[in-house]
């Protein structure tokens, strides 16, 4: 048995509910979720925006400890801390076997369906199936999960900063580093700093950039935005693409990541990257269009990039992650700018929908 957040209907409250729970199965653990982010993704699908079958537990960005192992799961023990990430690829297809774990067939069964790789959930009500989202429905206390979407961390780190390593820290922080490619000195532009976007700033920081200009509406956001790492400030509006031109010797940015989603901003994305740069597309929805695309992209020699989860190979990417933090170069703890209790998770998500902060935390 778990207590979870279930939800039933889009824009409808999130009901406190006590879900059956399976035991783990072959290759699968059990998680007691200690922390979980409320991610723009888990807003998306309560505000009926993003479609997904019901009922369904929430939650994708997680951290907690094992309490039980499957068959065949040598790599954790239980007491082992672990960030879940729903990025569990299968290790053996073409994109695995090239180094592109994120483009694994067998994680976007779980973004998708909601589901474990094999079709099924482990959480039931009164014998309905409920589904996990992303496979991992982290707006419960317990779960069970893929072994791989489990990897382990030191127990010196906060489980409330260890959440947000699960996906808006590595996406962010990937976008920059891994997608984007920045490079010592260059000129990178982050449309959009919410737990994503600062990330993004905290990547190019770390990658060495030296002009990094964070765009945001949110005045809060664009001062964290500093604290972690950005050497400038602008207030969105449809004059960024003059701005960014007279910080950068009017040639544009080398790297434009853009965060946000919309198509003005992804319009502006491709306006600020430099003739030869790169825009990074990380928020971008359905309907969202790169637009003329001989004059904005062909002309200039512009590269635009999608970027799925950072670009991350979790098992490599997680540990390192916690590597820099330890070493005082990645900043997690002050990403979490309000906590709650579990019973108050529907007033984490309406801070989340508010766009308050950078990241509420759910503490259990």
């Given at each position: ?268 994305a491709v306006a600020l990257a430099r003739r030869g740069g790169t ?86």
């Amino acid at each position: 048995m778990t207590r979870a957040a279930l939800f039933e209907q889009a824009g409808a409250p999130l009901r406190l509910a006590d879900l059956d729970i399976a035991d783990p199965g072959p290759g699968e653990v059990a998680v007691d979720v200690k922390a979980t982010g409320v991610c723009h993704s888990d807003v998306g699908v309560f505000s009926g925006k993003l479609p997904a079958p019901l009922p369904l537990v929430l939650g994708h960005e997680g951290a907690g400890v094992v309490t039980a192992v499957g068959d065949g799961v040598d790599e954790l023990s239980v007491g082992d801390h672990v960030v879940l990430s729903w990025l569990a690829s299968c290790g053996t297809c073409y994109y695995c076997q090239r180094a592109e774990q994120h483009l694994c067939g067998r994680p976007r069964t779980m973004l998708g369906a909601h589901i474990l790789p094999d079709g099924s959930t482990r959480m039931s009500l009164d014998g309905t199936p409920v589904r996990q989202f992303c496979g991992l429905g982290t707006f419960s206390q317990r779960t069970v999960v893929p072994a791989g979407a489990a990897i382990r961390i030191s127990d010196r780190v906060p489980i409330a900063s260890a959440a947000l390593l699960g996906c808006g820290v590595l996406t962010g922080f990937g976008a920059a580093v891994k997608t984007g490619g920045v490079r010592v000195g260059d000129a990178v532009a982050v449309i959009g700093c919410g737990g994503v976007g600062l990330n993004a700033v905290q990547g190019a920081r770390i990658a060495g950039a030296t002009t990094i200009i964070a765009i945001d509406v949110h005045t809060d956001r664009l001062a964290l935005a500093t604290e972690l790492g950005a050497t400038h400030t602008l207030t969105a509006g449809p004059d960024v693409v003059k701005k960014v031109q007279q910080l950068t010797g009017r040639r544009g940015a080398d790297v434009v990541i853009e965060v946000a989603g919309r198509q003005e901003t992804v319009d502006q994305a491709v306006a600020l990257a430099r003739r030869g740069g790169t825009a990074v597309l990380v928020g971008a929805g359905p309907g969202v269009a790169v637009s003329e695309v001989f004059n904005n992209v062909v002309m200039s020699g512009k590269t635009v990039k999608g970027c799925l989860y950072g670009s991350a190979h979790v098992k490599r990417d997680i540990p390192q992650l916690v590597e820099l933090y330890q070493r005082g170069a990645l900043l997690l703890d002050q990403l979490v700018t309000e906590t709650f209790d579990f019973g108050d998770i529907g007033k984490a998500v309406e801070y989340c929908a508010d766009e308050n902060g950078a990241r509420a935390v759910v503490l259990s």
